[in-house]
């Protein structure tokens, strides 16, 4: 079974627009950790949030915020004022058992998200 | 975070030959992951690179075809042997980041190394 699942291969956004990453996940584990990573065409991959499977509040950072459901097992990256230089594949990723060691981090297929003035 | 410099940022490799892929961190690290993203593709972990022990290899990849060393706490080489056009992919480096809670070290990549094998 997918552990990450990212439904929507391909999003476009208007300019200044908030847009919505969908990511949904299948753990047993109580402790893990999601993460959010940008690749723009140049290659590199940009980490933007991070949320663990503890954390009471949804996390943060800037523009970027992540839509935390536990009981739904999703969580969702949500940007807010869309920019151009946003258009970017997002991955959405996890790593499992995190209380106990080192576990490795698992992707999803990513979305395309593309932002037209 | 550490800064990861990778070395080829592109080649273009002929079937049947093999190449070495370096990656320089520019601070100490425990481990270092190698991944590779084929074309339109998400991303997978090769193997996990620890300095003084042989790497740790997932499943589908192996030694023989993905030979690592890691000969300090700063550097590693990845090389892909014997290409084929299937193994045209970006490879990409990484290490963790160390970010003072249980958990939430977040990998760090360099800017991979996009392998077209003909």
């Known amino acids: 079974a997918q552990k990450i699942t990212q439904t929507q291969p391909g999003m476009f956004v208007q300019e200044k627009e908030a847009v919505t990453l969908d990511c949904t996940y299948d753990?047993?584990?109580?402790?893990?950790?999601l993460f959010w990573y940008k690749q723009p065409s140049s290659g590199e991959m940009i980490f933007l949030i991070y949320?663990?499977?503890?954390?009471?509040q949804n996390a943060t950072e800037g523009r970027y915020s992540l839509n935390f459901q536990k009981a739904r097992k999703s969580a969702n990256l949500v940007i807010s004022a869309s920019q151009l230089g946003d258009s970017a594949m997002y991955f959405c990723?996890?790593?499992?058992?995190?209380?106990?060691?080192?576990?490795?981090?698992?992707f999803g297929a990513g979305t395309r998200l593309a932002v037209h003035p | 975070s550490a800064v990861i410099s990778q070395k080829p940022s592109r080649d273009i490799c002929q079937r049947g030959t093999s190449l070495t892929i370096q990656c320089q961190v520019d601070?100490?690290?425990?481990?270092m992951f190698w991944y590779r993203q084929q074309p339109g593709q998400s991303l997978t972990l090769i193997a996990t690179?620890?300095?003084?022990?042989?790497?740790?290899?997932e499943s589908g990849f192996v030694i023989d075809k993905f030979p690592i060393s890691r000969p300090n706490l700063t550097f590693s080489t990845l090389t892909v042997s014997n290409m084929s056009p299937e193994d045209s992919s970006i490879y990409l480096c990484?290490?963790?980041?160390?970010?003072?809670?249980?958990?939430?070290?977040?990998?760090?990549f360099g800017a991979g190394s996009r392998l077209t094998v003909l």
């Open positions: 753990t047993s584990d109580q402790s893990y950790g």
């Open positions: 990484s290490v963790e980041w160390d970010r003072g809670r249980i958990g939430a070290n977040v990998l760090t």
């Open positions: 949320q663990g499977s503890y954390d009471e």
């Open positions: 601070s100490q690290v425990t481990m």
């Open positions: 690179a620890n300095q003084g022990s042989e790497a740790t290899y």
């Open positions: 990723a996890m790593r499992e058992g995190i209380s106990g060691g080192y576990n490795k981090l698992i």
